[in-house]
């Protein structure tokens, strides 16, 4: 079992920038690929962004790219989203997820590919 604990959620104006950690716990952090959904209200949850178990690779949405970052570290088994830039359409519930070295980078925009969660962070961006 590996237990997911996101925090930094909080409200900011729009331009503003927010760090969401995700403090991982349980399995060997290192093992697993680590990924961030979010789900607006009355949407469904999307992805944001992928980071592999090896840090070698990062994935993100058109969305968000070029404005957020995923990062890791490997000795804090934590996993950040440094959100820059934000807009009132990044107001969201941001939860944290990890799988076990999926077979290919690609399938970590899935979200069925995940195997834990998190219980959600609130972003709120105003305008």
């Known amino acids: 079992q590996v237990q997911l604990v996101e925090s930094g959620g909080g409200l900011v104006k729009a331009g503003g920038s927010l760090r969401l950690s995700c403090a991982a716990s349980?399995?060997?952090?290192?093992?697993?690929?680590m990924g961030w959904f979010r789900q607006a209200p009355g949407k469904e949850r999307e992805f944001v962004a992928a980071?592999?178990?090896?840090?070698?690779?990062?994935y993100y949405a058109d969305s968000v790219r070029g404005r957020f970052t995923i990062s890791r570290d490997i000795a804090k088994t934590t996993v950040y989203l440094q959100m820059n830039s934000l807009k009132p359409e990044d107001t969201a519930v941001y939860y944290c997820a990890a799988v076990r070295q999926a077979v290919r980078g690609s399938w970590l925009l899935r979200e069925s590919s995940y195997d834990y969660w998190g219980q959600g962070t609130q972003v709120t961006v105003s305008s």
């Open positions: 349980g399995r060997t952090f290192s093992n697993y690929d």
């Open positions: 980071i592999r178990w090896t840090g070698s690779s990062t």
